[in-house]
């Protein structure tokens, strides 16, 4: 795609130039010119009325976007995202027989390129939307039928993504309602919202042969997906007008609490399985930004602040950087405040400037 797109090309060297600058304050001035070529590229590119450039338009979008990010931007990251979207969303190709037309994800998944943009997409917006506190900008549900590739970000855990985009679009009050009445053995219960999710995480498996590696990274993005859930249920929870004695409620509270740590406990034994060296790591920040967001033992906190602390070193992003930074201020706020009080890692990102993005 390089070959054909100078937009692309130029974000590539952007990319690289910025990366470099974090290293070596010699190439500030390089980088700043790189990404200056890189934007006036793209701009180019997207006012072209050549349709054939959609694809090498939204790659060059996407590395912009990761750059800003490794480099510490919090705001224009989202800019870039979302004319990644307005670019998936205006895409239109005839089907593979040349039928009718395709519109949409359905017409980028006609191409091997266009499936990659998607999943691509799909990882910085779905985890996005976490941070976030928002559906993300697309329903992940375009990635069936496109995640049974190997993919470049999160190897076999792509499928993982259709269901955290599917707790980020729920309310949270109805979540934690079916929570609630779940634990009620209430039989007029039909929001059965967070049963039917936690099923279908606890019941995921990694359906594809793979490497040890890879396979343990999916099954971190699995047991992030359910710590999130947990935490959605919580923030609901907070909302809910309690009818039930307060003690039972207490009780609701414990025992989802206790799910949260048996969640880290187990969540961290597949951390373990990725190697410190290789690329698989990058794609740990995520799960163990959620797994430190709920840790309460000193082992576990030590343990991800430890991996961060050593994939900073290796790599100079960012935005492992401010992961980091939230996560020291969370364990601070839950060793002051013990047990009398549910820290809730989404008001220390608020505090933290807010707009933290986990890729």
């Known amino acids: 795609m390089t070959t054909e797109s100078p937009a692309l090309a130029h974000a590539l060297v952007a990319w690289s130039c910025g990366h470099l600058s974090s290293v070596d304050s010699s190439y500030h001035i390089t980088a700043l010119e790189a990404r200056s070529k890189a934007l006036l590229e793209l701009s180019k590119a997207v006012s072209s009325p050549d349709e054939t450039l959609r694809e090498s338009n939204a790659?060059?979008?996407?590395?912009?976007?990761?750059?800003?990010?490794?480099?510490?931007?919090?705001?224009?990251?989202?800019?870039?995202?979302?004319?990644?979207?307005?670019?998936?969303?205006?895409?239109?190709?005839?089907?593979?027989?040349?039928?009718?037309?395709?519109?949409?994800?359905?017409?980028?998944?006609?191409?091997?390129?266009?499936?990659?943009?998607?999943?691509?997409?799909?990882?910085?917006?779905?985890?996005?939307?976490?941070?976030?506190?928002?559906?993300?900008?697309?329903?992940?549900?375009?990635?069936?039928?496109?995640?049974?590739?190997?993919?470049?970000?999160?190897?076999?855990?792509?499928?993982?993504?259709?269901?955290?985009?599917?707790?980020?679009?729920?309310?949270?009050?109805?979540?934690?309602?079916?929570?609630?009445?779940?634990?009620?053995?209430?039989?007029?219960?039909?929001?059965?919202?967070?049963?039917?999710?936690?099923?279908?995480?606890?019941?995921?498996?990694?359906?594809?042969?793979?490497?040890?590696?890879?396979?343990?990274?999916?099954?971190?993005?699995?047991?992030?997906?359910?710590l999130f859930l947990y935490r959605q249920t919580l923030r609901g929870m907070r909302l809910l007008p309690y009818s039930s004695p307060a003690d039972q409620h207490r009780d609701f509270h414990r025992l989802l609490h206790s799910k949260i740590q048996t969640e880290v406990a187990s969540t961290l034994q597949f951390v373990t399985r990725v190697p410190l060296s290789g690329f698989p790591e990058a794609a740990l920040l995520f799960p163990l930004f959620l797994i430190g967001g709920e840790a309460m033992d000193p082992l576990h906190i030590d343990l991800v602040r430890t991996r961060l602390q050593l994939m900073l070193e290796k790599r100079h992003f960012h935005n492992i950087l401010r992961a980091l930074e939230v996560l020291e201020d969370v364990w601070k706020r839950r060793q002051y405040h013990q047990e009398t009080y549910d820290v809730d890692w989404q008001d220390a990102i608020d505090n933290n400037g807010g707009e933290l993005l986990l890729t």
């Not at 519109?103 to 976030?132: C, M």
């Not at 375009?142 to 049974?148: N, S, V």
Request: net charge neutral; glycine share 8%.
């Open 59 to 226: 790659a060059a979008s996407l590395v912009l976007m990761t750059s800003e990010v490794c480099l510490g931007d919090h705001t224009k990251w989202l800019n870039h995202l979302g004319g990644v979207k307005h670019i998936i969303l205006s895409a239109q190709r005839r089907n593979i027989s040349g039928g009718h037309l395709l519109h949409g994800p359905e017409a980028l998944k006609q191409s091997p390129e266009g499936r990659w943009i998607l999943r691509n997409f799909a990882y910085h917006d779905v985890l996005g939307s976490v941070t976030l506190g928002q559906p993300p900008l697309i329903n992940a549900c375009y990635l069936k039928g496109i995640t049974d590739e190997v993919d470049t970000y999160l190897g076999l855990a792509s499928e993982v993504l259709i269901l955290l985009s599917e707790i980020s679009c729920l309310d949270v009050l109805r979540l934690a309602n079916s929570y609630v009445l779940m634990n009620e053995a209430d039989p007029s219960n039909t929001q059965k919202s967070f049963q039917v999710m936690e099923r279908a995480l606890r019941t995921w498996t990694c359906h594809k042969d793979g490497s040890l590696t890879l396979t343990a990274l999916a099954y971190t993005y699995r047991g992030a997906g359910l």
